[in-house]
């Protein structure tokens, strides 16, 4: 159909689609769908099928369909009819390119953001009936090359970056050393028993954003936190594998992150600026491993800087004076309910703060959740084709910085502010904090 | 004609009654087993406070923000559903026959508002298909299986219409219209009519995600 920008993003070959995809028999692929639909999924999945009358009211919902021109194979329920919609029709008897191409759909063209619930008169789950595809994709080895990777890494190293055991506690005295330079009491304590609150983070904060670890620390000390971080495995809350439908990794991570939480006899665990993870460890890994609501509280970054704020544990020197806006993150504003308390900590940091439109829980997805952004260089293009509507509303807001309080919508963000030249800055929240907030002599 | 109407008055009328309510009750009843045996964190997590919340949203018009992005839509929508219930119940006619075989008497709505209200329902159905065949997101998500329901539910309003305003062969017309009226009892639990029966547990069980876990709004 002419006008749509589907053709730019079409054909994208992934090396562990293709390799995959290239060992893979009918016969095979038959017996995974009906293992995956028989015993893991139930009537829910079927209603879900049953019950949407195909009245194309989700498609508004998301931002792919937005992007790409309308184009109705990027609907929410579009996405479903191409990919659970023929399995079902053809009752399991599909190719392995089928696989391949569903593979891409499940994983790169939906972000799992759970904006489409809302829209939806019945609140059907396609962020969920994606998910029962990548699972079925994941069984079958035809999981994009980079995510794939980073599962890998979560399943051998416990954390997200092949980051090893020693590398991190190296990692945490750096950082100790050089904020020990600007605040010379200052302590990152390791492993410490009793503790009130383990602070835990993704693998890419020692990786390549140390300085967040470093801004963390600052703030712990100045608001005067007892807190800890884990020497071992189990610092990283970040979780890919839940991503790739790869349920059994997602299960042990979440343990061994629950596991140390409980070993250090913590209270609670507060989580820097990141959605997804709060996403594996607030609900869905939680659930997995047969727990209604997470063992330990779990504290995102955003509640965390609302309590000290409001409780003056942390004072505001001078307000951030450029023009700001805010992403919200589906996982933790849709997901976690912190539209409010995000909004009283950018008022209270910041002067001029002017909201995105739509925001709150009906803010547009950053396109790079839900594993999207980790799926890799190959899909970059096509994240960028299909969020336009991202850039639009970023621009409309005239704002000078962005903030984003999310690992992923951060990159995501960063990369859509390149792609459509926005003169925007984009930083996280704690950026804001530890330029504003008053620091001990 | 006397038999065929005979047919369709009596025992095809207790067929279509019948397979409509065991139909809709085996499906709901299956729907709780097979929750409960294979997916039962849905009653863990389901809460009547966010459950009602969350249908009461979607069921006052322009409640949610979808609908307020496609107020037509909503108008006709909400109409359509409404006349949709109402006539078949209220019809003085039908009246008459919940009468006769069941000794229940109800209020009936005056037979000029309800022929207005089934030409309504067939406006909300042209309109419908319509928008299924020119809007392309609806036209490719839809099957024959859309357009043939489309058709089921049409029928019985307009052969009803038909035979109430005695144009042609009374009798024909009002066999035609039991006939159609009875496909359709019996469509509504084997088909995407089911939604009749399904729409408030889903939603419901959105809101009790969206509500008790995500502490945000689902409309
Ligand atoms: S990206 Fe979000 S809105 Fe789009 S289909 Fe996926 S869950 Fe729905
Ligand atoms: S809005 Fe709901 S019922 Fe309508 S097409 Fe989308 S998923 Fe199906």
Redesign the interface.
């Known amino acids: 159909?002419p006008g749509f920008a589907a053709n730019k993003v079409e054909n994208i070959l992934d090396e562990g689609i293709e390799k995959g995809g290239a060992k893979l028999d009918n016969k095979q692929i038959e017996d995974v769908i009906k293992s995956v639909l028989d015993t893991e999924?139930?009537?829910?999945l079927k209603?879900?099928v049953?019950?949407?009358?195909?009245?194309?009211?989700c498609?508004?919902?998301c931002h792919h369909?937005l992007s790409m021109g309308?184009?109705?194979?990027y609907?929410p329920?579009?996405k479903v009819?191409r990919t659970l919609g023929e399995i079902f029709r053809k009752k399991g008897k599909v190719s392995p390119e089928f696989i391949k191409s569903a593979s891409i759909i499940a994983s790169t063209e939906c972000n799992v953001c759970r904006r489409c619930?809302?829209?939806c008169?019945?609140?059907?789950?396609v962020a969920y009936m994606m998910k029962v595809v990548r699972r079925i994709c994941h069984k079958l080895g035809v999981t994009a090359l980079y995510i794939q990777d980073t599962a890998h890494s979560h399943s051998v190293t416990m954390n997200q970056m092949w980051v090893k055991e020693d590398e991190w506690v190296d990692t945490l005295q750096w950082q100790e050393e050089e904020a020990q330079a600007e605040f010379p009491k200052l302590r990152i304590p390791l492993e410490k028993e009793g503790a009130e609150i383990m602070y835990s983070v993704i693998a890419p904060e020692p990786k390549f954003q140390a300085q967040l670890i470093y801004q963390a620390a600052i703030i712990m000390n100045t608001a005067g936190i007892d807190w800890t971080m884990p020497a071992t495995p189990g610092w990283d809350n970040s979780d890919m594998a839940m991503y790739t439908g790869d349920f059994e990794i997602m299960g042990r991570l979440k343990r061994s992150h629950f596991d140390t939480a409980a070993r250090l006899k913590v209270k609670k665990i507060v989580m820097g600026e990141c959605g997804h993870a709060f996403r594996s460890v607030y609900?869905v890994g939680n659930?997995w491993l047969g727990w209604?609501r997470p063992p330990v509280p779990i504290i995102h970054a955003l509640e965390f800087y609302y309590d000290l704020l409001k409780a003056g544990k942390i004072k505001i020197r001078e307000k951030y004076k450029k023009s700001v806006t805010l992403h919200d993150p589906c996982n933790v504003?849709?997901?976690?309910?912190l539209?409010d308390k995000s909004r009283y900590v950018v008022n209270a940091l910041c002067d001029n703060f002017i909201e995105m439109h739509?925001n709150?829980?009906?803010n547009y997805c950053c396109n790079a959740g839900g594993g999207v952004i980790n799926c890799g260089p190959p899909f970059k293009n096509k994240r960028m084709v299909s969020n336009k509507v991202k850039a639009d509303q970023l621009i409309a807001t005239g704002a000078e910085v962005l903030l984003s309080p999310c690992h992923n919508c951060y990159s995501g963000l960063e990369d859509i502010i390149g792609h459509y030249k926005i003169n925007m800055e984009i930083k996280f929240i704690s950026d804001i904090i530890y330029e504003v907030m008053e620091k001990p002599a | 004609m006397h038999d065929l109407y005979n047919f369709v008055r009596g025992p095809l009328a207790w067929t279509a009654f019948f397979i409509f309510i065991a139909g809709s009750l085996y499906r709901i009843i299956?729907?709780f087993v097979?929750?409960k045996?294979?997916?039962s964190?849905?009653f863990?997590?389901w809460s009547w406070k966010y459950s009602l919340r969350?249908i009461m949203h979607?069921l006052i018009p322009f409640g949610?923000?979808?609908m307020r992005?496609?107020p037509f839509?909503t108008i006709v929508t909400f109409i359509f559903h409404i006349c949709l219930i109402i006539v078949p119940f209220f019809l003085f006619s039908h009246n008459v026959l919940w009468d006769e075989s069941w000794n229940i008497s109800c209020w009936s709505i005056p037979d000029p508002v309800a022929d207005i209200m089934t030409i309504i329902v067939v406006l909300c159905i042209i309109f419908f298909l319509v928008r299924r065949l020119k809007?392309?997101?609806?036209?490719?998500?839809?099957?024959a299986s859309?357009y043939f329901l489309l058709a089921i539910v049409a029928l019985p309003f307009l052969t009803g219409f038909i035979a109430y305003h005695q144009w042609s062969s009374y009798q024909f017309w009002l066999i035609l219209h039991i006939l159609t009226g009875e496909i359709m009892l019996m469509a509504i639990p084997f088909t995407?009519l089911?939604?009749m029966l399904?729409?408030p547990?889903?939603?419901g069980?959105?809101?009790s995600e969206?509500g008790g876990?995500?502490?945000?709004?689902?409309?």
């Open positions: 159909m999924t139930g009537e829910r209603i879900y049953d019950t949407c009358v195909h009245c194309g009211l498609s508004d919902a369909f309308r184009d109705p194979k609907s329920a579009g009819k619930s809302m829209y008169p019945f609140g059907i789950d609900d659930r209604k504003i849709r997901g976690g309910g539209a739509p709150r829980e009906h | 299956k729907m097979m929750i045996k294979k997916e964190f849905v863990t997590f969350s979607w949610t923000v979808n992005m496609h839509m809007e392309p997101e609806v036209r490719f998500l839809s099957t859309d995407r089911s939604h399904f729409a547990f889903t939603r069980y959105a809101g969206f876990v995500c502490h945000s709004r689902d409309w």
